[in-house]
């Protein structure tokens, strides 16, 4: 059974700082990784996604990377801005699995 | 836009009582993954359906839950006999197999 972890739960950084989020998985089998981003109350935004083939992806101030031989996937933030607080969560495919997501605090 | 439409937005019901929600792609893709999530958790598994047809189904759906996805494109979930427990946001996504998912805005559901 695919788990995937998250870590840290909850991370405040100031404004312009570069910052990186942790998810791990136990089953390397995956088609894909996939990062979501979540506003409180509101559904999920697609971030990148990664082909089980990619090794990274980048997309603006981010970039994700993607190491299936551990177990793990990191999305880095450059350069973070207020407007960038929310819950951070990734997903890995087959079906998405998700793990618990990281709240994310960019303080001004 | 995420190209994903779910109604009602909001939901409040009685105990008892059945709902039904519904999610409408935009265009058709293979792939439509109901999700359920509760306060501080990611979204847990619920189903998901390539075509019209069911493909999985979580052990946390009871036979409570059914889902259907008669043509192909949209999708409805029901709850019968709703239950306290079943307060959640209900996220529907859709997207091609191997493919970027999108979701929907979801349905906040409170029982009463």
């Known amino acids: 059974k695919q788990e995937v972890t998250q870590i840290p739960a909850a991370l405040s950084v100031p404004e312009g700082e570069n910052l990186v989020l942790n998810c791990s998985f136990t089953?390397?089998?995956?088609?894909?990784l996939q990062w979501f981003r979540q506003d409180p109350g509101k559904g999920l935004t697609s971030l990148l996604l990664?082909?089980?083939?990619?090794r990274e992806q980048t997309s603006g101030r981010l970039n994700a990377s993607l190491d299936k031989s551990s177990g793990r996937s990191t999305l880095y933030i450059a350069a973070s801005q207020p407007g960038d607080s929310a819950t951070y969560l990734c997903?890995?495919?087959?079906?998405?699995?998700f793990g618990k997501g990281t709240k994310l605090t960019v303080n001004p | 836009d995420t190209g994903v439409s779910q109604n009602p937005r909001h939901k409040i019901t009685k105990r008892g009582q059945n709902v039904t929600f519904r999610c409408d792609p935009i265009?058709?893709?293979?792939?439509l993954y109901w999700y359920r999530q509760t306060l501080g958790q990611g979204p847990e598994f619920l189903t998901y359906f390539q075509n019209e047809a069911q493909l999985e189904k979580s052990r946390l759906l009871s036979d409570r839950f059914s889902a259907e996805r008669p043509k192909g494109s949209f999708s409805t979930l029901e709850i019968q006999r709703t239950e306290q427990g079943d307060s959640a946001m209900y996220l529907c996504?859709?997207?091609?197999?191997?493919?970027?998912?999108?979701f929907g805005q979801g349905t906040r559901l409170t029982v009463v």
């Open positions: 089953d390397s089998a995956i088609y894909n």
């Open positions: 996504a859709w997207g091609w197999q191997g493919a970027e998912a999108f």
């Open positions: 997903a890995v495919k087959g079906k998405l699995v």
């Open positions: 990664i082909q089980s083939s990619q």
């Open positions: 265009s058709e893709h293979n792939r």
